[in-house]
Nanobody
C-alpha cells in the first residue's frame, strides 16, 4: 500500500503561482510513477503530469507544458507540482496518484487539494 497526502492548495489570483506537495509513505517508490491529476467542477478528471521515481523522467499533458513542473525529493519521499501563470481555468481539485511501472493504472490516490484561481 502507498499512502499519499497532498498539501499546498489554496486561493490565488490569476497570474500567480502555487506549489503542491504530495507526501508518500508505505512503500519504496523506486518502482512507481507518481502523477498529478485534476478535476474541475462538472468535468472529468484529467491528467496533468507524472514522474518516474527511479530516474526522475517527467511527462506532461501537452496543455500543461511550460507552466507546470513536476519534481521529486527522494529524501522526503515527496513529489511536487509547481504551477505558474495560473488562470481561473486551472481551478480544480488536484490529486496525487501512484502506479507501478509495470501497470497502466494508477491504484493509489490522495484525498486531493483544492486550488482556486480568482480573476
Amino acid at each position: 500500500q502507498v499512502q499519499l497526502v497532498e498539501s499546498g492548495g489554496g486561493l490565488v489570483q490569476a497570474g500567480g503561482s502555487l506549489r503542491l506537495s504530495c507526501a508518500a509513505s508505505g512503500r519504496t517508490l523506486r518502482n512507481y510513477y507518481m502523477g498529478w491529476f485534476r478535476q474541475a467542477p462538472g468535468k472529468e478528471r484529467e491528467y496533468v503530469a507524472s514522474i518516474r521515481w527511479s530516474d526522475g523522467t517527467t511527462y506532461y499533458a501537452d496543455s500543461k507544458k511550460g507552466r507546470f513542473t513536476i519534481s521529486r525529493d527522494n529524501a522526503k519521499n515527496t513529489v511536487y507540482l509547481q504551477m505558474n501563470s495560473l488562470n481561473p481555468e486551472d481551478t480544480a481539485v488536484y490529486y496525487c496518484a501512484a502506479r507501478l511501472v509495470t501497470s497502466s493504472k494508477y491504484n493509489y490516490w490522495g484525498q486531493g487539494t483544492q486550488v482556486t484561481v480568482s480573476s
